[in-house]
């Protein structure tokens, strides 16, 4: 099929369109996700030695109920 035939094709334009927004918004999802990560990062600066083991203990909890609601373990 020629390439021009494309330019003219609705179908086609709506479809790199879908993905294109697609593509939009996952990269937004990777950046919120990052600075929620970085967030926490900073957070955790803020747990004094004395609370970090229990700091540990609720994100491995966290963890492991991410794990089972997604089939992992």
Do not use: W
């Not at 967030?39 to 030695?49: S, Y």
Request: aromatic share 8%.
């Amino acid at each position: 099929m020629n390439p021009l035939y494309n330019i003219l094709n609705r179908q086609y334009i709506q479809q790199q369109a879908m993905q294109q927004q697609n593509h939009i918004n996952q990269v937004i999802e990777i950046n919120k996700s990052a600075n929620a990560l970085k967030d926490f990062l900073e957070g955790v600066d803020n747990i004094q030695p004395a609370y970090q083991e229990m700091a540990t203990v609720a994100y491995c909890e966290v963890l492991k109920e991410y794990m089972r609601k997604h089939n992992m373990i």
